[in-house]
């Protein structure tokens, strides 16, 4: 497996007291095709979901190296604690985010898995975010590219990940 690449850093995390670079295969993809995933201990799930939305299926919950289920709206702008009915990504959910992350480096995970509703704006969102922070390649299995990443999520993951570069083992010390 090969280190993350991001220019000026290194890719290296140590757990244990020992060196792990540990880049994981980040993928991002529609709950329709999480939901025919097998549970794998070598794989971590983001499962993000609609407030009070009901599905047909679900993913595994449990069988995953780590899991992590969130809930907010596909919604692309306006600040995080604007009042009409719609939950908002903000700083709460993307420090979870790098949280899970983090319990997935520190468990050698080397696949990330990552799912909304579509497929294409909120899961596509975080794993770019995840790719442009070096934490490994991006996959998206729902479109060809990420012209359509939710772009209040992009902004409040670049913020929370800015800030959580040096924990997440990409500084330079």
Not at 42 to 67: E, F, K
Not at 80 to 92: I, L, Q, S
Request: aromatic content about 6%.
């Amino acid at each position: 497996m090969q280190g993350a690449s991001h220019p000026g850093r290194g890719a290296d995390l140590i757990v244990d007291g020992n060196i792990s670079t540990a880049a994981m295969n980040i993928h991002a993809m529609s709950r329709e095709r999480a939901c025919h995933l097998r549970s794998n201990r070598t794989c971590g799930l983001i499962s993000i979901s609609t407030p009070l939305g009901h599905y047909d299926q679900y993913p595994a919950r449990t069988g995953w190296a780590c899991y992590l289920e969130l809930k907010f709206h596909d919604v692309k702008h306006g600040a995080p604690d604007y009042e009409d009915g719609y939950v908002r990504f903000n700083a709460g959910h993307a420090h979870k985010i790098v949280e899970a992350v983090l319990q997935c480096r520190a468990l050698g995970v080397e696949d990330l898995v990552i799912h909304c509703d579509k497929g294409f704006s909120r899961s596509v969102a975080i794993a770019e975010s995840l790719r442009a922070a070096g934490l490994g390649p991006l996959s998206c299995w729902e479109t060809l590219s990420t012209d359509q990443a939710n772009m209040l999520v992009l902004k409040i993951m670049a913020e929370v990940l800015d800030g959580n570069i040096s924990t997440l083992g990409f500084d330079d010390a």
